[in-house]
Nanobody, 122 residues
Framework: EVQLVESGGGLVQAGGSLRLSCAAS????????IGWFRQAPGKEREGVSC????????YYIDSVKGRFTISRDNAKNTVYLQMISLKPEDTAVYFC???????????????WGQGTQVTVSS
């Protein structure tokens, strides 16, 4: 069974940090592009960052560049999202997902985790 399990969310004050984990089973993260998405109440799901499937490069949307870092630990079959300088607008449920394609559009991803809540207080 293919499964992605997120962890590491929580409540943090603005300016704080969190590290999200995405543990994979049934797939090898090194063979896939892994993306992090977020969805705030009343808003559409937004791609935040990914490790590109074809070449393993990281990609970030502009609003998180310099604050978020995506990384992969092949030995643990886990992808991380280190988040620093968090802002209230980062508050959302964060999901990781896997794809064989390049890109950060949600429709490209066919394996999803259940999500982890990140709440940033002002």
């Amino acid at each position: 069974e293919v499964q992605l399990v997120e962890s590491g969310g929580g409540l943090v004050q603005a300016g704080g940090s969190l590290r999200l984990s995405c543990a994979a089973s049934g797939i090898t993260v090194d063979d896939y592009g892994i993306g992090w998405f977020r969805q705030a109440p009343g808003k559409e799901r937004e791609g935040v960052s990914c490790i590109v499937a074809s070449d393993g490069r990281p990609y970030y949307i502009d609003s998180v560049k310099g604050r978020f870092t995506i990384s992969r630990d092949n030995a643990k079959n886990t992808v991380y999202l280190q988040m620093i300088s968090l802002k209230p607008e980062d508050t959302a449920v964060y999901f990781c997902a896997a794809t064989k394609f390049d890109g950060l559009s949600a429709y490209l991803y066919d394996v999803w985790g259940q999500g982890t809540q990140v709440t940033v207080s002002s």
